[in-house]
C-alpha cells in the first residue's frame, strides 16, 4: 500500500482532552488494532515456521500510552490539547515490539505486513541502514490498521518497531542509562555507548552471514 495521511484515517473523537476520563472509546480503539498486529504477526510467524522449518520472530510485545502520557507528549511537543491534533500528530498512542532473529527477517516481515492489501502505510523509518547519532537501531513503521465496529470500519495508527535480539539489547539499557540517572551524561559516556552500539550492530551483520551460510549445507538427515 502507499504511504497514507493521518488525516486520512476516521476516527471517532471522543471529546479530548477535557476529561480524560472520555478516552475510554479511543483506548479500546487502539487496544484493538494493536491485538489485530500482534494477531497478523503471530500468524506470518506460523507461516513462516511452517514452510521454512523456524520461527523469525522471538518476542512481541505491546503497549498503550496511559493519557496522561499522551497530555505529557503534547505539552513538551507545545501542541494543543484537542483531540485531532492527538490523533494527527501522535502516532505511537499504540505500539507494537517485534524481537527478531536476524537483521533480514526484520525486512522480510516488514515487507509482509505492507504487502497486506487492508493495512495502511502511514510512514516507516529504517534506523538500521540510517541509526540515530547516539547508535540507536531499530525498523519503525506506522500502520494504519482496520477495525470493524458495529456501523462502520475505522483506521487506528500503531507504531510497529523491529528489531534483532541484539538491537533489543542495547536500546533497553541505552534507555535505562539515560532516562533513571538524572544528570547529565558526559559526552566521553556517550561517544562509548554509540561505539558499542556499532560493536553489536557488526556481530549482528555477521551472525547474518553464518545464518545464511550454514543454510546452504545440504541437510544429510533427511
Known sequence: ???????????????????????????MLYSGAVRAVCTRLENLNQEFRSRQRRSPIQGITHRLKTPQSIREKMLRRGLPLEYEVMRDQITDIGGVRVICSYIEDIYELSAMLKRQEDILLINEKDYIRRPKPNGYRSYHLILGVPIFLSEEKVFIPVEVQMRTIAMEFWASLEHQLRYKNHSEIPEELRRRLTSIADIIFREDQEMQQLFTEISRIPDTKQ
Request: proline share 15%.
Open 1 to 27: 500500500m502507499s504511504p497514507a495521511a493521518l488525516s486520512d484515517i476516521k476516527v471517532p473523537a471522543p471529546g479530548f482532552p477535557e476529561d480524560f476520563g472520555q478516552l475510554t472509546e479511543t483506548e
